[in-house]
Protein backbone atom coordinates (compact mmCIF):
# COMPACT_ATOMS: atom_id res chain seq x y z
CA UNK A 1 0.00 0.00 0.00
CA UNK A 2 1.38 3.35 -0.86
CA UNK A 3 1.77 6.56 1.50
CA UNK A 4 -0.79 8.02 -0.47
CA UNK A 5 -3.62 5.27 -0.33
CA UNK A 6 -2.78 4.64 3.48
CA UNK A 7 -3.30 8.39 4.16
CA UNK A 8 -6.31 8.41 2.43
CA UNK A 9 -7.56 5.68 4.37
CA UNK A 10 -7.01 7.34 7.78
CA UNK A 11 -8.51 10.13 6.99
CA UNK A 12 -11.49 8.40 5.72
CA UNK A 13 -11.46 6.23 8.80
CA UNK A 14 -11.66 9.23 10.97
CA UNK A 15 -15.16 10.15 10.02
CA UNK A 16 -16.43 13.69 8.92
CA UNK A 17 -17.68 14.37 12.74
CA UNK A 18 -13.74 14.52 14.37
CA UNK A 19 -12.20 17.57 14.06
CA UNK A 20 -8.06 17.53 13.64
CA UNK A 21 -5.44 17.20 16.43
CA UNK A 22 -4.27 20.08 18.29
CA UNK A 23 -0.83 19.50 16.77
CA UNK A 24 -1.82 19.60 13.04
CA UNK A 25 -3.56 22.49 13.59
CA UNK A 26 -0.38 23.87 14.59
CA UNK A 27 1.35 22.49 11.92
CA UNK A 28 -1.20 23.82 9.42
CA UNK A 29 -0.99 27.29 11.12
CA UNK A 30 2.67 27.49 11.52
CA UNK A 31 2.48 26.22 7.65
CA UNK A 32 0.29 28.87 7.02
CA UNK A 33 2.30 31.72 8.30
CA UNK A 34 5.46 30.20 5.87
CA UNK A 35 3.68 30.04 2.85
CA UNK A 36 4.83 26.73 2.75
CA UNK A 37 1.31 24.67 2.72
CA UNK A 38 0.09 22.00 0.13
CA UNK A 39 -3.20 22.13 -1.68
CA UNK A 40 -4.26 19.18 -0.30
CA UNK A 41 -3.14 19.65 3.08
CA UNK A 42 -5.32 22.89 2.66
CA UNK A 43 -8.60 21.03 1.27
CA UNK A 44 -8.05 18.72 4.16
CA UNK A 45 -7.88 21.87 6.51
CA UNK A 46 -11.14 22.86 5.02
CA UNK A 47 -13.13 20.20 4.79
CA UNK A 48 -12.26 18.85 8.71
CA UNK A 49 -11.01 21.32 10.68
CA UNK A 50 -12.91 23.42 12.37
CA UNK A 51 -12.73 27.14 11.86
CA UNK A 52 -12.81 28.46 15.60
CA UNK A 53 -9.78 26.20 16.25
CA UNK A 54 -7.76 27.71 13.24
CA UNK A 55 -8.14 31.07 14.54
CA UNK A 56 -7.38 30.85 18.10
CA UNK A 57 -4.34 28.83 17.44
CA UNK A 58 -3.68 31.26 14.46
CA UNK A 59 -4.03 34.59 17.03
CA UNK A 60 -1.46 32.35 19.52
CA UNK A 61 1.02 31.65 17.53
CA UNK A 62 0.81 35.32 16.07
CA UNK A 63 1.20 36.83 19.93
CA UNK A 64 3.78 34.35 20.73
CA UNK A 65 5.75 35.53 17.14
CA UNK A 66 5.41 39.13 17.86
CA UNK A 67 6.18 38.59 21.87
CA UNK A 68 9.89 37.03 20.67
CA UNK A 69 10.59 39.12 17.74
CA UNK A 70 9.97 42.10 20.34
CA UNK A 71 12.03 39.75 23.24
CA UNK A 72 14.89 39.29 20.72
CA UNK A 73 14.96 43.78 19.84
CA UNK A 74 15.13 44.20 23.34
CA UNK A 75 17.74 42.22 24.28
CA UNK A 76 19.68 43.29 21.03
CA UNK A 77 19.49 47.20 21.83
CA UNK A 78 19.88 46.35 25.78
CA UNK A 79 23.51 44.40 24.26
CA UNK A 80 24.14 47.62 22.42
CA UNK A 81 23.56 50.03 24.91
CA UNK A 82 20.97 51.56 23.97
Do not use: C, H
Not at 16 to 39: C, D, E, K, N, P
Not at 64 to 70: C, D, H, R
Amino acid sequence: MSKDQSENRSVQGRGQGQGQSLGRVFASVLASMFGVRSGRNREQDFTQGRPWIYVVVGLVVTVVFVLTVWTVVRMVLKSAGV
